[in-house]
């Protein structure tokens, strides 16, 4: 399967600082999200985001499908965004067919 | 957003014991899948469960450990057999799009459960 890696593996900022999560992929891809998974285990989306740019409210995510990474931003962290985050990709593989496969997530800690 | 529930939150089970993990989903959904997490890991892709046929596992997984079924579109369950203290882990359930968000290409997830074996 598609090889996923994140840095950083951990991360603490103080509230209200900037950050930029990255994730490379080995292959090409017709899949990429980021999710967050907060205290409770919840995974939750952040973006479908397989090629370009998006944004929603504080957070913002760009993918470079042609040079095989994706980046995350947190603009002005607030305590709730504390959690992991995690990069996951897919493509189609004529054997497995259609496989969401993780990376190994950033976990972000934002202290007050 | 559209909703996908699990059965049970947690659980505590014996050594030798097995559990049944339901999935519900609250729209109908091609592609259902479960995942393992354990304590402090990623996510790993246990097996595809496909609607009406057996479930498409991936390596390292097998189907008399692991055995699910996936009766209609709204509805998978994936069975822990035999557990040992390594099945301690979160099992989580996800789909690939939902009519209520009319999303196709993202995947959402189950709140999981947590399964303690002792």
């Known amino acids: 399967g598609i090889q996923v890696e994140q840095s950083p593996p951990d991360l603490i900022l103080q509230e209200g600082a900037n950050s930029t999560l990255r994730c490379n992929f080995s292959?090409?891809?017709?899949?990429l999200q980021w999710f967050h998974q907060n205290p409770w285990g919840q995974l939750i989306n952040l973006f479908y985001?397989?090629?370009g740019t998006k944004q929603n409210g504080r957070l913002s995510a760009t993918t470079v499908a042609t040079e095989r990474y994706s980046l995350l931003y947190i603009s002005s962290s607030q305590t709730t965004d504390s959690g992991v985050y995690f990069c996951?990709?897919?493509?189609?593989?004529?054997?497995?067919?259609?496989?969401?496969?993780f990376g190994k997530g950033t976990s972000l800690l934002v202290t007050p | 957003s559209a909703v996908i529930s699990q059965k049970p939150s947690r659980d505590i089970c014996q050594r030798g014991t097995s559990l049944t993990i339901q999935c519900q989903v609250d729209?109908?959904?091609?592609?259902m899948f479960w995942y393992r997490q354990q304590p402090g890991q990623s996510l790993t892709l246990i097996a595809t469960?496909?609607?009406?046929?057996?479930?498409?596992?991936e390596s390292g997984f097998v189907i008399d450990k692991f055995p699910i079924s996936r009766p209609n579109l709204t509805f998978s369950t994936l069975t822990v057999s035999n557990m040992s203290p390594e099945d301690s882990s979160i099992y989580l359930c996800?789909?690939?799009?939902?009519?209520?968000?009319?999303?196709?290409?993202?995947?959402?997830f189950g709140p999981g459960t947590r399964l303690t074996v002792l």
């Open positions: 996800s789909v690939l799009g939902l009519a209520a968000t009319r999303t196709v290409d993202t995947q959402y």
């Open positions: 292959d090409s891809v017709n899949n």
């Open positions: 985001i397989p090629s």
């Open positions: 996951a990709v897919a493509g189609w593989d004529s054997n497995s067919g259609y496989a969401l496969n």
């Open positions: 729209s109908q959904v091609t592609m």
């Open positions: 469960a496909n609607q009406g046929s057996e479930a498409t596992y």
